[in-house]
Nanobody, 114 residues
Framework: QVRLVESGGGSVQAGGSLRLSCAAS????????MNWFRQAAGKQREWVAGIRTDGSTNYADSVKGRFTLSRDNLQNILYLQMNALKPEDTAIYYC????????WGQGTQVTVSS
């Protein structure tokens, strides 16, 4: 049974920072294709960033240079460091493990005020 639990969301002012965590069980973050998605109110879920098993990362253009992925293989946690936050980053952020067979967390709310 794969379980993903996101945390670290909250409310910040524009320009602030947050670090999201995705704690995994039943799946190793070091051997799975891990991604963060987000969904703003009234909009479709969109991909934010991903990390492959070899550690290579990719980011959506909207967050490139501001967000950074990392993982703690020992603790089995995926992190998303978010800096220089903008109001348009406001959304529920979801962690996903796998691709063809994918598992999702419950999400964590990020609210950025101007």
């Amino acid at each position: 049974q794969v379980r993903l639990v996101e945390s670290g969301g909250g409310s910040v002012q524009a320009g602030g920072s947050l670090r999201l965590s995705c704690a995994a069980s039943g799946e190793q973050v070091s051997t799975a294709f891990m991604n963060w998605f987000r969904q703003a109110a009234g909009k479709q879920r969109e991909w934010v960033a991903g990390i492959r098993t070899d550690g290579s990362t990719n980011y959506a253009d909207s967050v490139k240079g501001r967000f950074t992925l990392s993982r703690d293989n020992l603790q089995n946690i995926l992190y998303l460091q978010m800096n220089a936050l903008k109001p348009e980053d406001t959304a529920i952020y979801y962690c996903r493990a796998g691709c063809v067979v994918a598992y999702w967390g419950q999400g964590t709310q990020v609210t950025v005020s101007s």
